[in-house]
């Protein structure tokens, strides 16, 4: 069971540039998170998912995009980089109603940098 | 806007002392409590939760109070080990319709050998 894992660890990117942040989790869980968390900041919800071909936004979701076409896994799109989105990046899962968040398993998370 | 706060950015602690981690909360229809622990390069970690009908909640060497009356969290841990050093959040849950999850700022937890 390797839980939630995310790929890649770290990443530069230019501004304009585009990428995919990847999830998977082998737990079977229904729900599926991502945040992200700045300096010395808590975490803000970019975009949930409650089950394959559903997905809702966060607190902060502009300049982002998700897709879940399977439980397992939930992309992050990122489409045109900027600098504000330098940011540490957490995939989350979870098997019960969101919020609950003792069951929520996070990723290792992935460390981006817009320059 | 309604926001969780921390009182201190940073707590340094002797080996074996008790440390006490404080969180103020503006949201009092806030029903929910939860502390993270997150070490360096890790995702966060449960710590320990607490409901709003409650005002206090004990776990293994960590205590979670709870003070409705001025909103105010505090984690409590007892004799602090070199593996309690983390960055600690906590967040406030209103499940209600339109739930919502915020996270505090973060307090970094320095253990003294």
């Known amino acids: 069971n390797a839980g939630v894992t995310q790929t890649p660890k770290f990443r530069i990117l230019k501004i304009g540039q585009s990428m995919t942040l990847q999830c998977t989790q082998d737990m079977n869980h229904n729900y599926m998170y991502w945040y992200r968390q700045d300096p010395g900041m808590g975490l803000k919800l970019i975009y949930y998912?409650?089950?394959?071909?559903?997905?809702d936004k966060g607190e902060v979701p502009n300049g982002y995009n998700v897709s879940r076409s399977t439980t397992e896994d939930f992309p992050l799109r990122l489409e045109l980089a900027a600098p504000s989105q330098t940011s540490v990046y957490f995939c989350a899962s979870s098997s019960e109603r969101r919020l609950v968040s003792d069951t929520q398993y996070f990723g290792p998370g992935t460390r981006l940098t817009v320059l | 806007g309604e926001n969780v706060g921390l009182h201190l950015p940073t707590l340094s602690v002797q080996e074996g002392d008790n440390s006490i981690i404080n969180c103020a909360y503006s949201n009092s229809a806030s029903d929910y409590f939860i502390w993270y622990k997150q070490e360096s390069g890790k995702g966060p970690q449960f710590i320990i939760d607490i409901r709003s009908n409650m005002d206090k909640r004990q776990g293994q060497r960590v205590t979670v109070l709870l003070n409705k009356t001025v909103k105010h969290l505090s984690l409590q841990i007892a004799a602090t080990q070199p593996g309690d050093s983390a960055v600690y959040f906590c967040a406030e849950i209103y499940t209600g319709a339109n739930s919502k999850l915020t996270f505090g700022k973060g307090i970094t937890l320095s253990v003294r050998p």
């Open positions: 998912s409650v089950g394959a071909g559903i997905t």
